[in-house]
């Protein structure tokens, strides 16, 4: 039983990196808007219809996809904010709900007009390729996927350090208020925020494209994990996120193999309200971020 | 309040006045899950069950009355309550088709035995659904105890016959997803392989929407299972053999119980590594020669309208929509001579179509008032199926069978 160990943490880390690459986009939303976007599930799906489709009709492989994709998808965000988020901003939190599931709803409803309820799948070289070390496998898709989660992180986080427009985003973060009044035009840098945010969601659909099948609703199953991930870590937090996912993985596959595979989720989530009790704001969260929509 | 009640004259005396002019045509409801999770395979369901009424009334109708399908889209247990209920209150049906998944079924035939109508059942399999007592409701196809059982037997009487050892000598592991369906196959599945011998190392359930199945794959090598019996959903069915291959964990054999593994998709996600998993459903490709002339006929009939208006060869889901909805229409209702349930309640029971009567294989003949399982067809039974050379062909039972079992013991994924 302890020989598989190592083998157990591997795949946990693994896992949580596929779930620190969903919830990174979703958190910087939140942490910029103080939206909680519900249709994030949805933008991965329609990343994933766009890998699928490029890689079957001119064999494009999907992690190049993501330069053609996530340029599209961010482009897509931008529209979205201006039609559909802006007007909401400052509505009731209900209201932001509503308007978030509404745009989820109709996504899946467009994708399965679109392209009907099928499971489509493709299938590269490394789909199912693994690499050995010791007695240990390491899944090829699931390893690209948590490295090009790691980088995605890596580029936001140092966006957000060292550009001027990742400055004003912090400053906006910090005090909305305060930052219009230093002359920060708040309405461009939320656009942004969306687009970039769903172009997350978009590399993220690309990765998951060669190990999940594609569906109108596969977004809803990929998204729920990320959600816990989001506050586990913290709101607004993309370090948080990765932390946050590597948790969730980890105690997922352990509690799994040891306890119950049908219990994982149940036992990552008592985890995930003990945290919570200690650390309301997440591990990684400013303290009072967690409030919003109370105010 | 006044104007509501007036609201609702009109509206009453409008859809009056609309059931009045089509007074020639009989209206019935069909209720699946057209959109969400569910809509790949209860379109299928549903696209079946049109083909039986487009070919009923291109043969003048039953009884000259034309059938006209009333959809309704019941995606989750909710809607298919309210759909159920609109369908049987507003749109006036006594008379409802569906549902393909036993959850939604559960939730829409409560409403339709309430208002005294009719549920013929042309999909779920939960072996609860016809143990409730309900007077109007009837199901055509097989439970899904019966396609566990079937999946264990399979395990002895061909997979334990061709590794040449007895079921003690064979560890047994069954995974599932945990929804009604899984679980009640599961657990039919469990008992039977523990009745034949084989050593049944755990029954392992898991959520169906689970992103990484890595800890089951790693616990279904730590138990040395020769033969894996798994009840799945979607994504799951991918996740466990592309995790199996990615872990290393190879079995003597690997039998699916329906849905997803019967499916086109499945072997689009697996190419050649799809070869030698079995899969117990009922299927469309069975041997026709076990059939009646008339079944083989309604069958090759079928398959050509099916191809022609859907572009795709129907799968078993198809198939059963359209069996279910053609017995209903040709022996139950022209026998009945009208659409009132209690006509058609006793028109199904007296119904007593030998095996080999339907296009699938089954006979039909209802289980009566009284019987623990009251409205079952006691004549509708799975067939085992493997993959070979990306198609399924049906392996058992030996009068249906189109091949004989191949690829066992599995070869090991590097040689797949």
């Known amino acids: ?295 | 309040m006044k104007q509501l009640l007036a609201g609702l004259l009109i509206v009453a005396a409008v859809a009056t006045g609309a059931s009045a002019q089509e007074e020639e045509d009989w209206r019935i409801g069909a209720l699946y899950p057209l959109t969400g999770n569910l809509a790949l395979l209860g379109n299928e369901n549903l696209n079946g069950a049109r083909i039986a009424v487009d070919m009923i009334n291109e043969k003048g109708g039953v009884d000259g009355h034309k059938i006209v399908l009333v959809t309704g889209d019941a995606s989750t247990p909710d809607k298919a309550q309210s759909e159920a209920e609109r369908l049987a209150s507003l749109e006036n049906l006594d008379v409802i088709t569906g549902t393909y998944s036993s959850g939604l079924s559960y939730a829409a035939s409560q409403v339709i035995e309430r208002h005294g109508g009719l549920y013929w059942e042309t999909g779920g399999i939960s072996d609860g659904l016809t143990q409730r007592g309900f007077k109007g409701y009837f199901r055509v196809v097989f439970t899904a105890s019966s396609n566990g059982q079937l999946a264990a037997t399979i395990a002895k009487e061909i997979i334990a016959r061709k590794l040449e050892k007895q079921p003690s000598e064979l560890t047994v592991l069954i995974v599932h997803e945990d929804s009604d369906y899984g679980t009640s196959v599961a657990k039919a599945a469990e008992a039977k392989a523990t009745e034949l011998g084989f050593n049944v190392a755990d029954r392992l359930p898991y959520k169906a929407t689970t992103t990484d199945l890595s800890s089951l794959i790693l616990r279904m090598k730590a138990s040395g299972a020769n033969i894996v019996i798994a009840s799945s959903y979607a994504n799951d069915a991918l996740l466990i053999q592309r995790q199996m291959k990615q872990l290393g964990v190879n079995v003597d054999a690997f039998i699916g119980t329906g849905g997803i593994y019967g499916l086109p998709s499945f072997a689009e996600g697996l190419r050649s590594a799809v070869n030698g998993i079995f899969d117990t459903e009922g299927s469309a490709a069975i041997n026709t020669a076990a059939l009646t002339d008339d079944a083989a006929a309604l069958l090759a009939e079928f398959k050509e309208r099916f191809e022609k208006a859907y572009g795709s060869v129907p799968s078993y889901v198809g198939t059963q929509g359209f069996v279910g909805t053609y017995v209903l229409l040709d022996r139950v209702a022209r026998k009945a001579g009208s659409l009132d349930p209690e006509a058609l309640k006793q028109a199904a029971l007296s119904l007593d179509i030998e095996e080999g009567g339907t296009p699938l294989g089954w006979g039909v003949k209802f289980a009566g008032e009284g019987d623990p399982m009251q409205g079952q067809n006691l004549r509708a039974f799975p067939v085992a199926q493997q993959w070979q050379h990306g198609k399924l062909v049906v392996v058992a039972p030996d009068k249906f069978k189109t091949a004989d079992a191949t690829l066992v013991p599995l070869p090991t994924w590097s040689e797949r």
């Open chain 1, 1 to 295: 039983m302890i020989s598989i160990l190592p083998q157990l943490i591997v795949s946990g880390i693994l896992i949580g990196g596929i779930y620190a690459l969903l919830s990174i986009g979703l958190t910087l939303i939140f942490g910029v808007l103080r939206i909680v976007n519900f249709a994030q599930g949805e933008f991965i799906m329609l990343a994933m219809f766009g890998a699928f489709w490029l890689h079957q009709l001119w064999g494009i492989d999907p992690y190049l996809s993501i330069f053609i994709i996530a340029p599209v998808i961010f482009v897509l965000g931008l529209a979205t904010e201006r039609i559909v988020i802006k007007p909401i901003l400052h509505a009731p939190h209900a209201m932001q709900i509503f308007a978030t599931f509404g745009i989820s709803v109709i996504l899946q409803n467009l994708a399965l007009t679109l392209w009907g309820p099928d499971y489509r799948s493709i299938q590269t070289a490394y789909s199912t390729q693994s690499f050995i070390v010791g007695t240990v496998a390491i899944s090829a898709s699931s390893l690209y996927g948590f490295l090009i989660a790691l980088a995605m992180a890596g580029a936001l986080i140092g966006f957000l350090q060292f550009s001027r427009h990742g400055k004003a985003l912090r400053a906006l973060v910090q005090n909305r208020y305060a930052a219009s009044l230093m002359g920060i035009d708040t309405e461009r840098l939320n656009r942004l925020a969306f687009g970039v945010g769903v172009a997350c969601a978009a590399v993220a659909g690309c990765v998951l494209t060669p190990i999940y099948y594609t569906f109108p609703t596969v977004g809803i199953d990929l998204i729920i994990t990320a959600f816990v991930v989001v506050v586990l870590g913290g709101l607004g937090s993309v370090t948080g996120a990765i932390i946050g996912g590597l948790i969730i993985g980890i105690t997922q596959t352990l509690t799994g193999f040891f306890i119950s595979v049908e219990f994982k989720d149940l036992i990552a989530l008592i985890l995930f309200i003990a945290i919570l009790l200690i650390r309301p704001q997440g591990l990684l969260g400013r303290a009072g971020m967690e409030e919003v929509g109370m105010k």
